[in-house]
């Protein structure tokens, strides 16, 4: 994709200081979208990276809101339209992960999940469902653990899959807007969100299940992302696209 093809288009990226977001809103800028980048906390990371896409040459703004908070969202999309004046492409890539067996699993540690997961989801499509302007794209996050199914990613995995089902149900309810709506679904990616906890023996194991036999790369997801907010990617709807290096 070339700058020309994305001026003055707008991209909203959720939970973009740091990890696949942050690879996500530069890749989008550097393919030319006006991009804002979304946080709930450390409004210094958010800031950096603003900095460093603009310093490449290309448009970016903060945009501090927990996805979680229906009103918050609100506001997020407010801002974004009297900088920008509307949003085309909407990343949903704010995302958290608690593992643990079903039988154990803490009441707090599942709401917050939920909340995040697929509250937030919600919340997101919901405006966007409302503002995206003609043309748009929806570019929802699932995980290839969705399909692995692995004990102790139950719960997990339960918000990803509703989100998959969203996904689908909203490319008809979008119906001659021409918004398409699709799901990136990463396999194992080197993110700080992956790593933690995991002692490096467990992280070499899962990085050769794979066929690739290494991990993902933030860069990796967010060029699966570009392609779709891109001109390339107009004719794919309603897709859960794996970007796993073959993990599944």
Known sequence: MTIQHAENKV???????????????????????????????????????????????GKAISAQADVSDAAAVRKMFDSAEQAFGGIDVLV????????????????????????????????TLREAAKRLRHGGRVINFSSSVVGLYQPTYGVYAATKAAVEAMSKVLTKELRGREITVNVIAPGPTATELFLDGKSPQLVEHIAKLAPLEHLGQP??????????????????????????????
């Open 11 to 57: 991209a909203l990226i959720t939970g973009a200081s740091r990890g696949i977001g942050a690879a996500i809103a530069q890749r989008l800028a550097a393919d030319g979208f006006n991009v804002i980048v979304n946080y709930a906390r450390g409004a210094a990371e958010a800031e950096a990276l603003v900095q460093k896409i603009v310093w490449a040459g």
């Open 92 to 123: 949903n890539n704010a995302g958290i992960m608690s593992l643990s067996s079903i039988a154990d699993f803490d009441d707090s540690a599942f709401d917050r999940l939920i909340d995040i997961n697929l509250k937030g989801t919600f919340n």
């Open 219 to 248: 860069q990796d997801i967010a060029a699966s992302v570009a392609f779709l907010a891109g001109p390339d990617g107009a004719w794919v709807n309603g897709q859960t696209i794996k970007v796993n290096g073959g993990i599944i």
